[in-house]
């Protein structure tokens, strides 16, 4: 493609990098990239998702923004308080960069809706804080052969890594590191057991790169991986996930063959 001489002043940075060059901001550009939640990982991950150039991001999000969010959900402010996630979100990433088309959706991801919306994009990008969401877009972008991009914290903790099982061996899903959710109340939420707001952005900011190479093509990615991250002890930690050949939805014999179960 033909850059303008904004595009080109705006991206230098990007297409200097011999990994990246002009190929890879075209790449980036005519990408379109799904984020599901509007929140502390969504935030960092729309912000720089829109900063990289690309071209198209569509939102999903049901909450409204309360002034509990603002301790990390930097996409919002003051004058966002009781707006749609999603309206804050879309009119932030507006301001920041005009190449960019922002797609609103205000709804919660169900059974019902995750294959049509999921279908639209090229990657999606995990920034739910719930075991419901994430095992449902797992299943989804399996079913609908996308790559998923996935992130979770709580407290001063993260985790980062990338699922495409539909690529086959030697690919895992996320169901190939925890088959199923935990009992509930297990594992407290960010309401009940706190997170350090500037851990969203270290996390949110780590996914964001994971999307921006797998759009690219570039670098080493973590399907196969899970970084984990301990920042109250500084501590990083990269182990290898194998794919289950017992898994319910991947593996030699699978028993999930739709999103019926959700």
């Known amino acids: 493609m033909d850059f303008t001489d904004t595009q080109l002043h705006r991206y230098s940075r990007h297409i200097i990098l011999p990994e990246v060059g002009g190929i890879g901001q075209e790449a980036l550009l005519r990408a379109r990239v799904l984020v599901v939640g509007a929140g502390g990982l969504g935030a ?3 912000l720089y ?3 990289a150039g690309v071209g198209t991001i569509g939102v999903i999000d049901d909450d409204t923004v309360d002034l509990s969010n603002l301790q990390r959900q930097v996409i919002h402010d003051e004058s966002s308080l009781g707006v749609p996630k999603v309206e804050s979100a879309a009119a932030r990433i507006r301001a920041l960069n005009p190449d960019v088309a922002v797609e609103v959706h205000k709804t919660r991801l169900t059974k019902d809706n995750a294959l049509d919306l ?15 969401t994430r095992f ?3 299943d989804a972008c399996y079913f609908a052969k996308k790559t998923l991009v996935s992130a979770a914290i709580l407290r001063f903790d ?3 890594s990338t699922f495409k099982a539909h690529l086959g061996d ?15 109340g297990l594992v407290p939420s960010c309401s009940e057991g706190g997170v350090l707001g500037a851990l ?11 999307v921006l190479k797998e759009i690219m093509g570039i670098g ?22 194998r794919r289950d050949p017992d898994c319910p939805l991947c593996g030699t014999h699978p028993t999930i063959h739709d999103l019926s179960a959700h």
Do not use: K, W
């Open 220 to 241: 080493e990615g973590l399907s196969g991986s899970l970084m984990m991250l301990d920042t109250l002890h500084a501590s990083f930690q990269r182990i290898t996930v």
């Open 136 to 138: 449902l877009l797992n």
């Open 49 to 51: 998702l829109a900063a």
């Open 118 to 132: 999921i279908g639209r994009y090229d990657i999606v990008a995990d920034g739910s804080d719930n075991f419901a």
């Open 158 to 160: 993260g985790q980062v």
């Open 170 to 184: 030697p690919h895992p899903c996320y169901r190939c590191l925890f088959p199923e959710p935990p009992p509930r």
């Open 44 to 46: 960092p991950l729309l």
């Open 200 to 210: 969203a952005g270290f996390v949110g900011s780590l996914q964001t790169t994971e």
